[in-house]
């Protein structure tokens, strides 16, 4: 790990061969996370960006579903692509493959997804029940690839198996080469509180550099996160949606600028517009009209009749109706 000091905070952090100097990244998140907003967290500040996760699977029965999941811009690097399984070999081959059709910088291992239809295939956080076979899992895929391998964890199953230290040395010694770890459990799924005092009892146990997860939900949470726990950098799930400035607030917040810029609903209109015009360079009209219908009420969260704009827009029928409707309430906005 190469890290730089800049106004007693870590300014920047060494991973996978490439020096970052924005320490926040965007987390995996399935069903948000594809390339066009990729690229709009890259462009707002973002350090690092994942893919959603993929099946290993998938990838070695050649899945054409699965391999879109895959495909990026090169102006969103540096970028991981996220594998998920349990079959050591299984594994493996599909880092391989990945490794060569590919060539993202970093392949990151789930194991800390809880949902359902994940860990009831052992995969995800359900490795954590088996450290043997995460162990396994791990190695085969360091072994296979030239690709530097990083791993995501959770705390571990539940309150009763608290797994964290445990995992974190195995993936060390396995030649992981960075770690992110959200401190729920998976029973958790996102109840309650993260226990942000994990994330710094992994960061003094390991030489690798350690990005914490969980409860950003606002700027100065990554802060306060880098200050209490000393992790090397934070990574933003949800706060992301609709909100890709957070990653540009959080590198100002962390130069010691809190002066940063707030988007008022004029700015989120026009992200969510140029999220548009990268969905469509990707996927057809019918498809964007579709998956954006889950991105609108983050762009508008908080706003005055937020309601009313987010019902219009979800009921749209068509991607050219959701245009005319957000210029009309931008229009509005300005007058």
Not at 182 to 209: C, F, Q
Request: include cysteine.
């Amino acid at each position: 790990m190469t890290v730089g000091l800049c106004r007693g905070y870590i300014s920047t952090v060494k991973i996978a061969g490439i020096q970052i100097e924005s320490l926040a990244f965007l987390a995996p998140m399935a069903g948000y996370t594809n390339s066009a907003f990729r690229q709009l967290c890259k462009e707002m500040g973002a350090g690092f960006v994942f893919t959603e996760f993929v099946s290993s699977e998938g990838i070695i029965r050649e899945s054409q579903k699965t391999f879109n999941y895959l495909q990026f811009n090169q102006s969103e690097r540096p970028i991981g692509i996220q594998l998920f399984g349990h079959n050591p070999k299984v594994m493996a081959e599909a880092a391989r493959i990945i490794e060569e059709r590919y060539r993202p910088d970093v392949i990151d291992l789930n194991f800390g997804c809880s949902v359902r239809k994940v860990v009831k295939k052992d995969a995800g956080a359900a490795l954590l029940k088996n450290p043997s076979l995460l162990q396994s899992v791990a190695q085969s895929v360091v072994k296979a690839v030239k690709t530097p391998v990083t791993a995501k964890i959770r705390a571990g199953w539940n309150h009763q198996s608290i797994v964290a230290l445990d995992v974190a040395r195995i993936l060390e010694n396995a030649g992981v080469t960075a770690l992110t770890i959200h401190p729920r459990t998976a029973s958790d799924g996102y109840r309650g509180t993260a226990n942000w005092d994990l994330i710094a009892e992994v960061k003094n146990l390991l030489s690798i550099p350690v990005i914490g997860n969980g409860d950003i939900k606002h700027p100065e949470d990554a802060v306060r996160m880098r200050n209490e726990t000393g992790c090397d950098a934070v990574m933003i799930g949800r706060a992301a949606i609709g909100n890709p400035w957070i990653f540009e607030q959080v590198k100002q917040l962390l130069n010691g600028n809190y002066d940063y810029f707030k988007p008022g609903l004029s700015d989120k209109l026009d992200m969510c517009l140029k999220q548009i015009e990268y969905e469509r360079q990707i996927s057809d009209d019918e498809h964007v009209n579709r998956i954006m219908k889950k991105y609108y009420r983050h762009y508008i969260n908080g706003f005055p009749n937020a309601s009313n704009i987010r019902n219009r827009l979800v009921r749209s029928e068509s991607i050219r109706e959701a245009i005319n409707i957000i210029n009309e309430i931008k229009s509005l906005t300005t007058q």
